[in-house]
Nanobody, 129 residues
Framework: QVQLVESGGGSVQAGGSLRLSCEAS????????MAWFRQAPGQEREGVAA????????TYADSVKGRFTISRDSAKNIVYLQMNSLKPEDTAVYYC??????????????????????WGQGSQVTVSS
């Protein structure tokens, strides 16, 4: 019943910006976590940023603090990831994910993929030097 649809990926030069969007449908819980993950070739999937739907508390991975911003449009049920000052090491497939139920741990860093049953289709982000 839950569907997450991503958009906004692409290719940019180092120092550029992109904004990813994740539109969610079918979620009826009033407290749950939504997060962005990324996975580079040969690497494990890692949590990038998360927002807790309920109090809008936000966390970031150390590697993106000061450059990435996660935000939410509750009226449109969309979560965004604004990515500024992009670096080649940010190159990866980016996935949005939803917890799907209430917990008090899914949004706590580091976010773990196993805590998120619902996923977007993935968005390729490529940053060239």
């Amino acid at each position: 019943q839950v569907q997450l649809v991503e958009s906004g990926g692409g290719s940019v030069q180092a120092g550029g910006s992109l904004r990813l969007s994740c539109e969610a449908s079918g979620i009826t819980f009033n407290k749950y976590c939504m997060a962005w993950f990324r996975q580079a070739p040969g690497q494990e999937r890692e949590g990038v940023a998360a927002i807790y739907i309920g109090d809008d508390s936000i966390t970031y991975a150390d590697s993106v603090k000061g450059r990435f911003t996660i935000s939410r449009d509750s009226a449109k049920n969309i979560v965004y990831l604004q990515m500024n000052s992009l670096k080649p090491e940010d190159t990866a497939v980016y996935y949005c994910a939803a917890e799907g139920r209430y917990s008090d741990y899914a949004c706590a860093p580091p976010q773990l993929p196993a805590n998120f049953p619902y996923w977007g289709q993935g968005s390729q982000v490529t940053v060239s030097s």
